[in-house]
């Protein structure tokens, strides 16, 4: 693997502090001071700022609450959170009955087979359909082969979504596959190729709340030079071997998040939704509205209050925050 034109070592080693003020100076050089704040549909969300409609973008999962995998962060509570249609005729059921209620976008999802990748094959002509009712469809498809790349571009999807993680020890103990990072950057390579627009996602903290792999995802991901990036944080759910874990501190998810803005200067970097409530949350997102963030799914009042003083341009939607600035 090579990775172009940004120097992480060098960037590794200086304080947070000028870390910070160059990933701030990056994101004023390529964009305007405009921030968005998505809240899509997986969860209410409310305050006295922002209400969300939850029909508007619905998180499906195609495998109900099944997944072969079982990995150690999730074993399989993420997918109770969506809706289940495990079955084409059930979907396209269910997105005509959201789409009547106002839904105008929908994230794929759902648990994976033993290679790692969501089974989207027998879906395909239904989300090919599904386009062309008009909504907005990403899809968060683990490592799929060549040819479900090739029929996502095809159903002309808005965006695939995939976790690149740098380390195989993480793959294999979390994972519980027994691959190597290569293989995201294969992914990347191949969505480059078919120009299928990719979403990768970070998430800090995933091996058992250690730093493990985050900078070589960092460094694929750069060298793929993707048009949108999103940073997480692991969150520690119950009845997994990862309820308990100690999490990384606020400042060193705020670094992960301003490399990602300095190895990505004109990407749309996101906060997703993925990192744990009351995990000194206002903090972390105040990190990253310094890091140069563009997006920051689900924020605090404390974040949205920060963002009028700092004189950002604020705008509210109810969609993906991959999707915010579309």
């Avoid at 993480?170 to 969505?191: A, K, M, N």
Wanted: charged content about 20%.
């Amino acid at each position: 693997m090579t990775f172009q034109g940004f120097d992480f070592d060098t960037w590794l080693s200086l304080p947070t502090s000028i870390l910070l003020n160059e990933a701030w100076r990056v994101r004023r050089q390529y964009f305007d001071n405009k921030i968005f704040f998505s809240a899509p549909g997986t969860k209410g969300y409310e305050n006295e700022y922002y209400r969300n409609n939850r029909n508007r973008f619905v998180a499906i999962s195609l495998t109900g609450t099944s997944c072969a995998l079982n990995c150690d962060h999730c074993q399989k509570k993420l997918l109770h959170s969506m809706l289940s249609c495990t079955t084409p005729e059930k979907l396209l059921d269910t997105v005509k009955e959201l789409q009547a209620e106002g839904c105008q976008g929908i994230l794929l999802s759902g648990g994976a087979d033993k290679s790692g990748a969501v089974p989207l094959g027998p879906f395909m002509e239904a989300i090919k359909k599904i386009k062309t009712w008009g909504l907005k469809i990403i899809v968060h498809t683990g490592l799929v082969s060549e040819e479900i790349i090739a029929g996502l571009k095809q159903a002309d999807v808005d965006q695939v979504l995939v976790d690149v993680i740098g380390a195989r020890e993480t793959i294999r103990d979390v994972y519980h596959l027994d691959y190597g990072p290569e293989v995201y950057q294969s992914f990347l390579d191949l969505c480059q190729q078919y120009q299928l627009e990719v979403a990768p996602h970070i998430v800090v903290g995933l091996h058992y709340g250690r730093i493990n792999g985050e900078i070589e995802a960092l460094k694929m991901i750069s060298n793929a030079q993707p048009r949108h990036v999103v940073v997480v944080v692991l969150t520690p759910l119950r009845g997994t071997p990862m309820a308990r874990v100690t999490l990384p501190s606020v400042e060193k998810c705020g670094r992960i998040i301003a490399l990602a803005r300095l190895a990505n200067p004109r990407a749309q970097l996101s906060l997703g939704c993925a990192r744990p409530a009351g995990y000194e949350r206002p903090l972390l997102e105040q990190f990253a509205i310094n890091a140069g963030v563009n997006a920051i799914a689900y924020p605090s009042p404390e974040t949205i209050r920060l963002a009028r003083e700092m004189a950002l341009e604020i705008e509210f939607n109810d969609r993906c925050c991959t999707l915010a600035d579309e």
